[in-house]
T-cell receptor, first 116, second 110 residues
Framework: DTEVTQTPKHLVMGMTNKKSLKCEQH?????MYWYKQKAKKPPELMFV???????INESVPSRFSPECPNSSLLNLHLHALQPEDSALYLC???????????????FGDGTRLSIL | KNEVEQSPQNLTAQEGEFITINCSYS?????LHWLQQHPGGGIVSLFM???GKKKHGRLIATINIQEKHSSLHITASHPRDSAVYIC????????????FGTGTRLQVFP
């Protein structure tokens, strides 16, 4: 079982819908990440939160809106998505740099998103 | 040219064979990760290493900092090892990021 839990596992939504992806970890990690992965491609970084503050936004369109309400939770709010946004969305967590040696990222199982 | 390159892209093997996947990188990194992803599934972190060699069960990862090269070895391969293996480097210029290789798709046949 993964230590990073993502819900839902699958999501189908229309282009006008509003939905949210959720990610939760209880390992005490203070850095959390959102990645997008298209089929047969490596993950692409979208956002990084460090100590609940957004530290990296990789020029992601505003139709994706991240939120980190506390150190254990990370949300990704979706609105007016396009068909090309269909992908596997992965969440990961780790200890941020400065908390000792570099630590590995722990990944969730992902949410498979389909935009109709 | 990608900052992290992997070879081969695809690999097939018979059960029991020794497997090697290679990873080369062109940027300074503080650590290199080896990740495993089964079809349709999430990613499992296999190793994170900054120097030398690490072993876990039938998996061995090595890194040569001077040559900017890492290898993942699987001994006595098994069909359940079939997955995509991805190396990812954590660059000094931004240690919050991982730069991913394109992955190696491994199929082990019984």
């Amino acid at each position: 079982d993964t230590e990073v839990t993502q819900t839902p596992k699958h999501l189908v939504m229309g282009m006008t819908n509003k939905k949210s992806l959720k990610c939760e970890q209880h390992m005490g990690h203070r850095a959390m990440y959102w990645y997008k992965q298209k089929a047969k491609k490596p993950p692409e970084l979208m956002f990084v939160y460090s100590y609940e503050k957004l530290s990296i936004n990789e020029s992601v369109p505003s139709r994706f809106s991240p939120e980190c309400p506390n150190s254990s939770l990370l949300n990704l709010h979706l609105h007016a998505l396009q068909p090309e946004d269909s992908a596997l969305y992965l969440c990961a967590s780790s200890q941020p740099l400065g908390e000792g040696a570099v630590q590995p990222q722990h990944f969730g199982d992902g949410t498979r998103l389909s935009i109709l | 040219k990608n900052e992290v390159e992997q070879s081969p892209q695809n690999l097939t093997a018979q059960e029991g064979e020794f497997i090697t996947i290679n990873c080369s990188y062109s940027v300074g990194i503080s650590a290199l990760h080896w990740l495993q992803q089964h079809p349709g599934g999430g990613i499992v972190s296999l190793f994170m290493l900054s120097s030398g060699k690490k072993k876990h069960g039938r998996l061995i990862a090595t890194i040569n900092i001077q040559e900017k090269h890492s290898s993942l070895h699987i001994t006595a391969s098994h069909p359940r090892d079939s997955a995509v293996y991805i190396c990812a480097g954590r660059p000094y210029y931004n240690t919050d990021k991982l730069i991913f290789g394109t992955g190696t798709r491994l199929q082990v046949f019984p």
